[in-house]
Every structure is written in C-alpha cells, then in structure tokens.
C-alpha cells in the first residue's frame, strides 16, 4: 500500500492504520461518497445521467450525440416523440370525439441525393440556426391533439353516410371522377416522379426546379392532405412513408421564401392537424427555422429569397424589392407553427410584417406590390389584385376567421383594403361584366389576371362580417366576378381560361396575344366555384365545375398524367410538359369539395391557405399563444 512507502510511519495496524487515523480516514471517504452522488443527482434531468447508468451499447461514435441534435434518438433505441400523437383514425373513419361533438349549426422510393441525420444537424449549424433538442420547443413542445380535435364542431370528413347504402346520384358520380382524376395523377407522378419536385408526363420523367432551394417531393407534400380527404388510404400511406424516409432538410440553395412556405410548410401543418402524426409536426417546425433568416432586414420585412447553406437573407442590395404578395403571405402558417412549437419567434415575425404595413402611408389606401424590406417605402405604385398581390389580401380576412374572429386588426385592414379596391379598381365592362383593373400609378390596364379570379371567393367568404348594410352587396359582387371568370372560360375553344384576360378593343374576357393565352392546370376559378356553392348552393357553381372537369379530362389529361397547354383558344392544342404540383393541392381538391356536402372541411373549422392545404380555426378561448392575445 501506499503508506507503507511513506518514511518513518510505523504501522499500528494490520492495515497501517492506528484505530483513530483509520475511522478519520473512512469518515472523509463516506463523505467524498456522499458529495460525488450529490452532486450528480442535483444535476438537471437530462440524457447524461442515463449515459452514466446504463449499461455501455456499441454504437458508431457520436451517433448518440448527433441523434440528440436533430431531436431523434439513434435507430436502433428509437423513443417515442415527446408528445406521441394519439390514435387518430386513418382516412375515412372519422374521430370518435369528433363524432361527439354537437354541431351547432347545419350547415419503391427514389432519393436524389443519400443524406441522414448527421448531414442534416451539419447543415442546421450551418445556417446559424440552432437544431431542435430533446427538452428544446421545437420537438418537445406539448400539443394536446385530442383536445383540438374534440373542439372541431364537425367531424373532419363530414357525416359520410355508408356509400354502399347510398343510392347512386350525379352528384356522387361527378365527385367519383374528380377522386379517379387525383388517383390517375399521384399514380403517374409516383411511377415516373417519386421524389422529385413535379411530374412530366410527356417525357415520363421528373423536374426538380429551383425555386425550392433543393428540397425535393413538392408534389407528395402538396397531395398529402388531397389524398387523405379523398379516402385514398393507400396513396396517402405512400406519401406519409415518403415524408419519414426521404423528406430531408440538409439542403443547400436558395429558396422562394413564399413557396416553400405554402407548399412545403402549409401542406405538413395541413397534415398534422387532419391525423395528428408526429413527424408532419416536427418537420414543419424545422423547415420554419430554416426561414427565419430572411427576415433579417433592417425593417424585418423578409427577403423573396432565402439561401440555406448561409443562412443568410439574399439579395442584399438597398434597391432590391420584396412582394407583397409574397410577405403578406406567412401570417396563416406562421401562427399556427407558434402554436405547435410553444415558440413565439414565428407569430412576432409576421406581427411585425402588419406593424409595418400599418404604419406606412398607402396611396388612395391601395397597398402596392413591391416594398423595400430595406428602407420600408414602396418602390413603386403597381398595383393588382391579381400576380403580385393576390393572396395579401386573402390572407387578411383568413386570419381574422381563423383567429376565431378576435383578429381585429386583420379584419380592419381587409374591409378597409376592399373598400379602396372597390373604389378605384372596380370596373363594369360595356357588355356588363364585372371586373378588377390594375393600378399603375392612377393609370389602370383593364385586364384580369387567372390568379385575380380567387377574389370571387375572398369576397364571399368575407360577406358575413361585413357591415349589415354591405353584406348583400358584396354577395352579389362575388358572384359577378366568378361569373366574368367562368367568362373567361367559356369564351375560350377549349373551355379552359388563359393566363390573363382583357376588356378593351371591344374584346371581353379574352387574351389578346399568344404570351397570355396559355393554362397551367391553375385552381384560382374553381376554387371560386366552391366558395359561392357553399354559401349560395346556387347548381350553377356546381355545373360550370363539371364543364372544367370535361375540359380538363379531353384537353389537359395524357398517357402519364395531366399537363397545361399552351393555348386555350386552340381545339388541339400543345402540352407543355409539366403536372404542376398545385394541379393535386389545390385545383383537385377544390373540385372534390364542390360535388361534396358542406361538413366536409367545414368552413366553420377550417381555413385554406393559398395553396389549399386546410388550416383549423382557433375555437380555444384559452389559447393566447399565437393569437394575438397575452
């Protein structure tokens, strides 16, 4: 022993130890005991302490510690999430707490890149954002999913009665077809495209774009919620594998702020609140972190673009523009990523967006399209209803309704924005159609884009709120714009719409050259459609959706799926080549709607952002996390 070797000590002791020098001894070794295990249990609940308990595992090294930075533990001692979603039920059996519910009133996979969860944590640090733990809000954040089901006043799918009882109806047929028509598209898209951003059907090959900054599977993510509202069980279960398997986040270009925005994170949030699956959830918070730098500008007005390897905001440059249709854009699906992640980052970011369109001066209280996110002036006084500056307004009287009507703001800016609309960009066309001009600094071009005619829709859904004496009036003026929509339509030879239509020349309705005559599967009159059906049940809205699908079935369907033509006044016109992602997300989706009863997504529950993806309301009077109460 070591105190045998020290000079001049003599033994008392087989152990070298007199009796009193031994019981000091083993008193200061209880006491280095007792303060070690002390100190170790005094420390903060955290998977260290599991680390110095159980028993060692071979493993990789590090896989421990990376799995803990991208919030999942390693495969083979996987965890359940934080908050494991409760059994929800799969499409077409509808949630029983749901069905309890009083209603109040009638009313083989491809990836293009091998990647895992270590490239995934790399490129979180990249972009100086910091990844989601364990015990971080991102992942661990609480969301009682059973709870906002039970508040849903209607069963998600609606009270389907069992269609093999039902008796066979024209209505049941027609929306037969258009959930064949979404079967035939996610079919060729997964043959020819799984993976890849959107399908190619003359080619029979996939086109990734660069509009999404690398993240791929556009059109899984944008179908989705298409695919679980119209039962189809086995395509939905598809695209939800693809999503845990394939969907990664360790990219590295630059991305449009605005879509990845309504596709990638609308259609995950979309999903999450229809089935309540973790991973649509944490995926959706993660990709929001991505984003948050483009907001890094001097007014945090955010960027267009944002560049995923840097983190940074793009476009750096005093001159450049943002759009107000693009930032005006985020308030939906930011609120609601507040709401599953417990972080206010999200719901401040867009707070500020309407702080600083609130205090700027607006010309004749028209709102242009382009803003400096530098300066925080306009940069120039265009302005359209239509391309530029279409969903901003949308999004005004949605987030008044989603926020269970408490959004006052929202709602104050949406009749006031509409009101100086009305008064300087209304027009009647000599053949007595209604429609809304752009405003180019007092001078208007007498043309309506397609992605003008959602306003139709926007105006119904806004009616109910307005002021008693104007509810009648904006009824009536939603239902002349949808019809100066179908208008279009009707007018063409293949009863699709162009791009843009004019009323000058005496010409109504019409595009007047080839560069505007063209149709990319676009949802923006359809979903009008199915906006006046449910509020007027007018059959007309239901026979102009059936002339679309006929149109669409002889003009836009192939061998491998649907594609756009080139001109809608051609009787045999050219494809160009592109299913857009969208085709699934929105223009299907809403065709299936107006052939169904008005429980199905009901709009007392649910909102639809631009691109479709449903979005519930705010019925918890308690919550004040994202709402705008604290």
Not at 114 to 137: F, H, K, V, W, Y
Not at 306 to 314: A, C, D, L, M, N
Not at 405 to 429: P, R
Not at 557 to 565: C, D, K, Q
């Amino acid at each position: 022993m070591l105190m045998r070797k020290v000079p001049g000590f003599v033994p008392a002791s087989p152990w070298g130890l007199r009796l009193p020098q031994k019981f000091l001894f083993l008193l200061f070794l209880s006491g280095l005991v007792t303060l070690c295990f002390g100190a170790l249990f005094l420390l903060p609940h955290s998977s260290r302490l599991k680390r110095l308990f159980l028993a060692p595992r071979t493993q990789q090294p590090g896989l421990e510690v990376v799995a803990e930075i991208v919030g999942h533990a390693p495969a083979h001692e996987q965890e359940p999430p934080p908050n494991p979603a409760p059994a929800v039920p799969a499409p077409g059996e509808d949630d029983p707490s749901s069905r309890a519910s009083p209603r109040r009133r009638k009313g083989g996979l491809r990836r293009t890149r091998p990647t895992g969860p270590r490239e995934e944590a790399t490129a979180a640090r990249g972009n100086s954002i910091p990844a989601s733990r364990p015990g971080d809000e991102g992942v661990s954040f609480r969301f009682d999913f059973n709870a906002f089901r039970s508040r849903l006043r209607h069963p998600v799918l609606g009270m389907r009665a069992d269609e093999s009882q039902e008796p066979q109806s024209r209505v049941r047929a027609q929306r037969e077809k258009v959930k064949e028509m979404m079967q035939f598209a996610w079919q060729s898209y997964k043959r020819y495209a799984m993976g890849k951003n959107e399908l190619r059907p003359l080619t029979k090959d996939g086109y990734e774009g660069n509009m999404f900054g690398g993240l791929s599977g556009a059109t899984v993510i944008d179908s989705l919620d298409t695919l679980y509202l119209m039962e189809l069980k086995e395509e939905f279960q598809e695209a939800k594998a693809w999503v845990e398997e394939n969907f990664h986040l360790n990219v590295s270009g630059e991305a449009s702020l605005f879509e990845v925005n309504i596709r990638y994170i609308g259609g995950l949030l979309s999903a999450f609140y229809l089935t309540g699956e973790e991973v649509f959830r944490i995926k959706a918070i993660r990709l929001g972190e991505k984003l948050l730098p483009a907001f890094n500008t001097p007014t945090g007005i955010p960027k267009g673009v944002v560049s995923f390897k840097s983190g940074s905001w793009g476009w750096a440059t005093a001159g450049s523009s943002s759009i107000l249709a693009e930032f005006g854009s985020l308030h939906l699906e930011f609120l609601h990523l507040t709401e599953l992640s417990g972080n206010q980052v999200f719901a401040e970011k867009v707070r500020n967006i309407r702080k600083v369109l609130r205090k700027i001066e607006k010309p004749f209280g028209l709102y242009p399209n382009f803003l400096s996110p530098v300066s925080g002036n306009w940069v120039q006084h265009h302005v359209s209803v239509g391309g530029l500056g279409d969903s901003f307004y949308e999004y005004l009287i949605k987030s008044w309704l989603m926020s269970g009507k408490t959004d006052m703001e929202a709602k104050n800016m949406y009749y006031e924005a509409l009101e100086a609309i009305e008064t300087y960009l209304l027009n009647v066309s000599p053949g007595g159609l209604t429609y809304i001009a752009e405003w180019r600094g007092g001078i208007l071009d007498h043309k309506m884009g397609h992605l003008a005619c959602f306003s139709g829709g926007m105006i119904a859904l806004g009616a109910e709120d307005a002021k008693e004496e104007k509810r009648v009036h904006y009824r009536e003026l939603a239902a002349q714009i949808t019809k100066t929509c179908h208008e279009s339509y009707a007018r063409s030879d293949t009863k699709l719409g162009p791009e843009a239509f004019w009323f000058n020349s005496g010409r109504e309705a019409v595009a007047t050259q080839l560069s505007e005559s063209y149709y990319i599967l676009r949802p923006e009159v359809v979903e009008s459609y199915m906006y006046l059906w449910r509020q007027t049940h007018n059959p007309i809205y239901r026979e102009w959706g059936w002339e679309v699908v006929l149109a669409l079935e002889k003009y836009c369907r192939t061998e491998a799926g649907f594609s756009g033509i080139q001109d809608v006044y051609s009787s045999t016109p050219s494809h160009d080549n592109k299913q857009q992602s969208f085709f699934l997300a929105e223009t299907l989706k809403y065709l299936y709607l107006l052939f169904s009863e008005d429980d199905l997504l009901s709009l007392e529950d649910w909102v639809f952002n631009t691109e479709a993806h449903p979005l519930p309301v705010n019925h918890s009077d308690s919550s004040g996390r994202a709402w705008g109460r604290h």
